[in-house]
């Protein structure tokens, strides 16, 4: 009788492995990390309300770490949108890093961990909140990438890219406000005063049918939300909408144990 059990016990351990290896390989899925500030302990206890979207600059090593230990592949955006359009394979430990805002606080602390460990990331730049003038570092976590500091990583840090979050859209709820023409003109003004990028991720995750719509006819690709929602993170997969790909936030910092479970997971 013992025997019996023991044997359907194992048949439905089987059952349930070949079941994720088959959902695994029809669906194959990408994590895209989401991060936004870094800083050290002491930066974020002066800056108590940036806590939330910070993550401890030895708590980003440890995921750096983790990634290149357990062999994780770093994407480029070109790799992820072939991956997206089924023009690329790519293994199952893939994963696409990227940071919103455009903090000089990456410059000043990821940037030179990514280069250490030779992880590839992607940084959304919000337009008007760059400066013409250099910027030193100070331990301020609300100062953002001058022109000249994104200038000088692009030479720097090859395995940084950049792209748009909105020229001037980054406020909460600025999008119910704006009409369509706004829109398409704070898209085009990305392009003409920063520089040319067909990727975009929505200010605050938010976005509306006019946006979505504005993107598509100025020749954008693909999109970047957060989540769906903020309780809900999942992997991005080649069926979802190139204009509405999900991330998984860890904009506050998480175990690397913690991180590489969730990496593991099928969805
Ligand atoms: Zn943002």
Known sequence: MKKKIVIAIIAIILILVWSIAIYMICNPKVAVLCYHNIGTQEEITNFPEEKEWTIDVDNFEQHLKMLNDMSYKSLTLDEFYKWKKGELDLPYKSVLLTFDDGFLSNYEYAFPLLKKYGIKATVFLIGNYTKESNEEWNGNLRTYMS???????????????????????HENGILNS????????????????????NIYCYPFGAYNDDMVKALKEERFKMAFIFGPTNKEYRKASRDDDDFLIPRLNVSYGIEPSKLFLRLIMPF
């Open 147 to 169: 022109k000249e500091i994104i200038e000088k990583a692009k030479i720097e840090y090859p395995n940084i890219e950049f792209a748009s979050h909105s020229y001037g859209l």
């Open 178 to 197: 704006k009409k369509y023409e706004e829109i398409v003109q704070d898209i085009e003004f990305f392009n003409e005063k920063m520089f040319d990028t």
